[in-house]
């Protein structure tokens, strides 16, 4: 589906307190973006950054903090210790993070799992699915037709 705010909005009324997100796809992929959506759709203005060198950034949301974690940098399983991890996701309503492979997957079931890339056109797209493993398909109606930016 189109990686667009729309797409964020219908996600955004899907989650519950404690959910995982987890981000995959290629530097310049539109992770970052798609999480300022997301936080966005949750009733936040905060204006969200990439956390590639601070690794965190919180998002006061209408819903509790919204947490955004970017692991690119991160060299040692140590540091997801040295920044509060797993403790930051049980403070947290939802928590997103991009290049999840770098926590041990034992910390990281029952999340949502998103996959960013490129239309052969060169859309942004995503592809999303449920904690449960299931295909991520907004009911007709939900979501509304909306080309990728």
């Known amino acids: 589906m189109s990686s667009s705010p729309e797409t964020a909005a219908v996600l955004a009324k899907e989650l519950q307190p404690g959910d995982l997100l987890l981000f995959r796809g290629e530097l310049g992929a539109g992770k970052t973006t798609f999480v300022g959506w ?78 960013f890339s490129r239309s052969k056109e060169g859309q942004r797209v995503v592809e999303i699915f449920t904690p449960r493993g299931e295909s991520f398909q907004p009911l007709p109606g939900r979501l509304p037709a909306q080309p990728a930016f």
Do not use: C, M, N
């Not at 950054?49 to 919180?58: A, G, I």
């Not at 930051?88 to 309503?93: G, M, N, Q, V, Y």
């Open 38 to 115: 997301l936080v966005a759709a949750l009733k936040s203005e905060a204006r969200v950054k990439s956390p590639t060198f601070s690794l965190v950034r919180e998002y006061p949301t209408a819903r509790g903090k919204f947490l955004h974690l970017d692991l690119y940098r991160l060299k040692k399983e140590e540091e997801l210790t040295e920044i509060g991890w797993p403790d930051l996701r049980e403070e947290a309503f939802a928590t997103a993070i991009e290049w999840p492979e770098k926590i041990p997957a034992a910390e990281i079931t029952g999340a949502w799992q998103l996959y």
